[in-house]
């Protein structure tokens, strides 16, 4: 089993596993992104339209373009990449 040069990556077969949760990574540097943010954190974003929780702004905009789409453009209004707009569905 081989390393790519410069990438932390393991060849095909091999992935970077979480020992809390087990969820893989096919690079080394998403392993610890996940541990530092993500492993055993409460989801910091709420929808502001139905219960939906997440980890991430993006999954959140990606969920209101998908599940809201019917009020499409200020969905996208709200959740533009401004931290202030971003902040507001941040949960407390």
Same mark, same amino acid.
């Given at each position: 089993?081989? !390393?790519?040069? +410069?990438?932390? *990556?393991?060849?095909? #077969?091999?992935?970077? $596993?979480?020992?809390? /949760? +087990? *969820?893989?990574?096919?690079?080394?540097? +998403?392993?610890?992104?996940?541990?530092?943010?993500? /492993? +055993?954190?409460? @989801?910091?974003?709420? /929808? @502001?339209?139905? @219960?939906? *929780?997440? *980890?991430?702004?993006?999954?959140?905009?990606?969920?209101? $373009?998908?599940?809201? &789409?019917?009020?499409?453009?200020? $969905?996208? #209004?709200?959740?533009? &990449? &401004?931290?202030?707009?971003? =902040?507001?569905? !941040?949960? =407390?």
């Amino acid at each position: 089993m081989s !390393v790519a040069k +410069g990438k932390n *990556k393991i060849d095909d #077969a091999g992935m970077f $596993a979480c020992d809390v /949760c +087990g *969820k893989e990574y096919r690079y080394k540097r +998403g392993l610890r992104r996940h541990k530092k943010f993500e /492993c +055993g954190q409460d @989801p910091k974003y709420q /929808c @502001p339209q139905c @219960p939906y *929780k997440t *980890k991430h702004n993006s999954s959140l905009k990606t969920h209101i $373009a998908k599940k809201h &789409s019917d009020s499409k453009s200020q $969905a996208a #209004a709200n959740t533009s &990449s &401004s931290n202030s707009s971003s =902040s507001k569905y !941040v949960i =407390s």
